[in-house]
T-cell receptor, first 116, second 116 residues
């Protein structure tokens, strides 16, 4: 079946602009996660959705970052007033929650965001 | 303190040899899950193997096995009979079953290069 898809694959924007990144999870997966991966680092957790609600947004770096998942499937990560430090690969993952510690997350190909 | 430590930034291994990638973790939870992901140069994160904290047997998936030493808080990935296609970044990750953020916590990764 289809895996996690993310669009766009690349996004170049100017400092101060607003961007939206989209994630389409694996069909039937109730849990959805956003991560950010800077060059040479492992992914860092941003936010977790269980269904439509953000169950944990403790990883969002500041209030310029926001994410929604209005119908419990597709999610959009929104970044306002982008800064050069926001440049990174944004990864989305989804999973079938069985239990918290056994949950295997499957990742999309990522969106590479470059802020000029 | 870092929750996931991968001490090998890079490794060169001859094709067909076995390779061990190190991972140590830090948690006070009794219930947790440990995961290994492969990230080729194309960027996607590919799930390889999972080990639960209560699992008594070491996990195996094809050529991948996990050397789980709970008392030492160690979860090393072993790749048998390495192939050129194994060249990639490898990330160890953990999700705690109790408190803490809901996302995976990743190490900094090991860049594995298989030489012919």
């Amino acid at each position: 079946g289809a895996g996690v898809s993310q669009t766009p694959s690349n996004k170049v924007t100017e400092k101060g602009k607003y961007v939206e990144l989209r994630c389409d999870p694996i069909s039937g997966h109730t849990a959805l996660y956003w991560y950010r991966q800077s060059l040479g680092q492992g992914p860092e957790f941003l936010i977790y959705f269980q269904g439509t609600g953000a169950a944990d947004d403790s990883g969002l770096p500041n209030d310029r970052f926001f994410a929604v998942r209005p119908e419990g499937s597709v999610s959009t990560l929104k970044i306002q007033r982008t800064e050069r430090g926001d440049s990174a690969v944004y990864l989305c993952a989804s999973s079938l929650i069985i239990s918290r510690s056994t949950d295997t997350q499957y990742f999309g190909p990522g969106t590479r965001l470059t802020v000029l | 303190a870092q929750k996931i430590t991968q001490t090998q930034p890079g490794m060169f291994v001859q094709e067909k040899e076995a390779v061990t990638l190190d991972c140590t973790y830090d948690t006070s939870d009794q219930s947790y899950g440990l995961f290994w992901y492969k990230q080729p140069s194309s960027g996607e994160m590919i799930f390889l193997i999972y080990q639960g904290s209560y699992d008594e047997q070491n996990a195996t998936e094809g050529r991948y096995s996990l050397n789980f030493q709970k008392a030492r808080k160690s979860a090393n990935l072993v790749i048998s009979a390495s192939q050129l296609g194994d060249s990639a970044m490898y990330f160890c990750a953990m999700r705690e079953g109790g408190g803490g953020a809901d996302g995976l916590t990743f190490g900094k990764g090991t860049h594995l290069i298989i030489q012919p």
